[in-house]
């Protein structure tokens, strides 16, 4: 008999939550039996097609206040959707539930919570559970991802940086003080804020840096990286806006170690061969490069590297509201129930 | 020896305002001597280039609080680049000091004020100068305005299109209960309100009508043409939003009138006619339109027009923000100064 | 046991073969066995991925030459996604080997071939299966559509503007002299021509009409309308270029016939009845209009309607590639083979 | 009496033609006598307002094959508006006329005829006069280009990149084997190519590098940059292709030189100081840095610039049609001409 999750969604009106109820309602062995709001802001209870015309007809199910009782009788798995430092108020009471948690915000990736507090200024009031917490890169934390009862769904700009790096740096090729990530996403990585600055006249025509080498997901970044190398490593690391919805696209400067020897060819064979069975990882061909458009509307990371003698640049592309969020959480639900991964991101 | 005017701007921190001062700081005869914002939100004075840093090196004046013994001393004429219900709290103060003024707002282009109170939501305070102001649209009251003290800048979508209508109209060779005006503007006709229907995530890609035939340009519109043709007239109008920064396009849809004879060539003829002497109309070939891009950063209107036989469909591109508001604002100076009426446009 | 539906598409490696593969991909009931080019230009074969690398790992098909033998063999049904004029060549043959045939292109529409023949430039090659051909609008043709031999897939301006008309035309409430219609699509709907006008530098920041009042979807409409109010009529069409991908929003001008009465709300009742039972069709509540954002990636046609007195104006917006195209070629095959009508497009 | 300098045009139908009239035609101590195409293609002769509609009542010049008769009797100074490889073919009969000569393509910036034709494609047919060309860029060579007969106007590209660098370069704070660029452009850099990858459908919501590490301009930059520091240097260099119309950002990493030591703020100050007396260089505050909209439709670099310890960061914005080509090539000619470098371009 087909297995089937009843999905409960905290935070189900933001971007994120939108892209997740599509993505769900097209899993074969999912059902949204609750959606939920913040609990913040007044609201009681609206159909979700009000938020999201294009629901209309295709989920008839209410967004209200979180109910715990619901929750308790009617959801297996919890996505968590929320604004970070929101969500590490609900994860307490729902692992002390049982239930499984997927959180896609920031608040459970960074483990050192004093890094957390200075990037996201607030205090981290769940250490308990950030300790038990799994991070979500299938790629590299598979194994860990099958049995997580708390999975912290990782950010949008490390899903591609990491990716990016990940092969050259789990061989200790790379000099590791010397990596630049030049990165440039699309405007809904910053969801849906009423501020001037993502008005259609400051966007539309424009192009620019932003948090020059002081982002939030830098901390994310040089944690997974360093576990990965074994050295505490730091990035150098300027995120950019493009004038468009969707998408990632990160441009990677490394320097080779200085006893690192490839023959021709031999830096891009072993990307081939790290992500030779990974579904959602596609390495492009030798000298061929991604755009931002093979990737959107899909969960793929594609990745095109290129050796130039003592540098090796290279690039790597997502959708950053599926690879870099909804999509990626909903790979790593397939691998928490013992589904095919890629069962409804297809 | 030549003409100088000394000008001030109220309100200079808008759309408007901004391509006001670029557009008099090529002006040979004008110097900006004082800019003033609209006295509401508290801020007494800051560089002009803090708003726009564009200007920076380029214009070196403050922006402050209005200050009524400077625009005493300092200024010829005022410009007022302010929102719609504020102008009107200036003009009398202006009028009695003797100053021209260009109202670029709506406060006094139409004459019945119970109309204007109706689509704009308050009362006009200002009925006796209303009834002295001139509407500047250069191509049918040009006469009107060499002499005006108080001129009533026109609208953008009046603007695009009364001058697709008025070769037709002057000669009453239209049904003329039945004219359809299908409108699109670029975003920066509304100004740079932060509301969410304008972020860059809710208009890029998308189109759509609002305000479907009940537009506040409406009336305006329907009060010159129906001076023009000598009785009362309403044109069905629906305005678009579309995912542009700048520019109009109107597409208007005419019957002519039973007894109306034009041979072929004939309507062509007549648009080219009326308007052979303006320097910022321009008729296109017979068969051909305009497009936006035509006339973005430019202050032209141009004119395609067909006949259908039965049907004429006339179609005109302006920019808003010039022929639809301050480059036509700076054509009107130049015919109230006895300029050259190209002085600064070309 | 399953419905399975084996499926080969003539002309894969176009816009709407692109789409239609994608929805095929999702569809149940579908195997998609074979996919041909047009035959012209000599490519042999190659992989669809090569063409659409976002099908890569998902669609291990080549793209080949058309071939008889695995067509008779392997094919149930034919969807063709060719230009115009090319369909032609390829029906008789697939009629005469007793598939079922989709047709995407124009040819097929057009009931009178002298028509066909003043807006396509070239004579009608097939006018027996042209007498034959079902047009596949569902809204209007379902009982055919189910017994359908040769299936016409309606154009996108044709959807839009049929859907927004047909319930006033169906009672005879309309001056069917006086109707106006002023669309405006994405340039996906222009195919993936390569001109000089459909570059990034003349499409972004612009919008122009084209084609004013001559487009060859004139005919199309004009031929359902006339046949649906029992009166030869001809509309007023004007399409315009929107600076988009995708999305078709079209604005409809109409006059009430001089005994039309109807009680305020009738109009929009009239609509809300008209359309109650139908899956794709939705219409706005009284006084909202629908955006295209609202319709696109989806198979939605949305309606707004608003009676002003002796006026009515409809809006319709579409996704021109779904709807518009390949999505209402996948509902027209779910009621040809007595599948749920929204199976694959929800 | 004022100066007067009588300009012809060769290569004025491109976008660098174009945006060169837009500012000649606005500066006050030039007349265009004539404007030529490149004398190939065939067409002999056709108003300018043909190929730029918004010209119309602007500039009533023809523009025809190139004559050398009257290049003699009423040209003082040309303009190469031409594709690279072309400029040669009339540099060398120009120069033998004593004509002054500012070429906006790439064939005489490259010092090195074999590095020219490496990256080209074509042998250099003109050595003699490529020896005795001027670099046109005014903030490091504007003594230089004073009394230049011969101006090679710079590349976009390197206009934005050396800027960037040469403040902390000129004084050897930099270890020169770890500059990285990582520059984005707007698609007028490209021109007005008829390709698949500039129509519309491909750009809009995408983004993509391009040449990656073997950009044309990359000799250019390295061959300005070797010259200020005195050593060979090699940048490692990836444009971008921004979904806009104009502008470039170029985002440069760099590592401070092992010896070079700044307190607080030096960096800032070196580059305030570097620029102080530029009349189109604005050193943004420190902390902040600049977008791309800064600067468009203006002939200014903005720089902003961070210490981050070892790393320091510049992001320089420019418009490319500006700073990056006609622009700068007037602000050549004014130099070259004796007049205030600003004429005509604030």
Avoid at 65 to 71: E, L, R
Avoid at 169 to 194: M, P, Q, R
Avoid at 200 to 216: C, L, M, P, W
Avoid at 318 to 339: F, P
Wanted: proline residues 5%.
């Amino acid at each position: 008999m087909e297995k089937r999750i009843n999905v409960g969604i905290i935070g189900a009106t933001g971007h994120t939550g939108e892209i997740l109820i599509e993505l769900l309602l097209d899993h074969p062995n999912v059902r949204i039996t609750r959606l939920f709001n913040s609990g913040r802001g007044g609201v009681i209870s609206r159909p979700i097609s009000e938020f999201f015309p294009k629901l209309k007809n295709r989920l008839d199910v209410a967004c209200a206040k979180p109910d715990w009782t619901q929750i308790k009788k009617e959801c297996d798995l919890l996505f968590l959707a929320l604004p970070h430092t929101v969500s590490m108020k609900f994860v307490p009471k729902l692992i002390a539930m049982n239930k499984r948690v997927i959180d896609l915000s920031a608040d459970y990736r960074i483990t050192n919570s004093s890094v957390y507090e200075k990037f996201y200024k607030v205090s981290h009031e769940d250490k308990a559970n950030l300790k038990k917490a799994v991070y979500g890169l299938p790629e590299l934390y598979r194994a860990g991802i099958k049995s997580a009862a708390l999975l912290a769904n990782p950010g949008c700009y490390p899903t591609s940086v990491i990716l990016a790096l990940a092969p050259l740096l789990a061989v200790n090729a790379i000099e590791t003080d010397s990596i630049v990530v030049d990165a440039k996403s699309g405007v809904s990585g910053a969801g849906k804020k009423l501020e001037k600055e993502f008005l259609f006249s400051e966007i539309e025509g424009d192009f620019r840096a932003y948090k020059v080498n002081t982002h939030q997901h830098s901390p994310e970044i040089n944690q997974v990286l360093s576990r990965l190398c074994g050295k505490k490593l730091e990035i150098v690391f300027v995120p950019h806006l493009l004038p468009i919805e969707r998408g990632i696209l990160s441009t990677v400067y490394i320097k080779k170690a200085p006893g690192a020897k490839f023959r021709p060819g031999g830096v891009h064979d072993l990307f081939r061969k790290f992500y030779k069975s990974e579904p959602f990882v596609r390495v492009r061909p030798e000298g061929s490069f991604p755009r931002i458009k093979d990737t959107v509307k899909t969960n793929f990371c594609d990745i095109g590297v290129k050796d130039f003698g003592r540098t090796v640049i290279v690039i790597s592309a997502i959708d950053n509201l599926l690879k870099g969020a909804s999509g990626q959480a909903v790979q790593n639900m397939n691998i928490m129930y013992g589904l095919p991964e890629t069962t409804g991101l297809l």
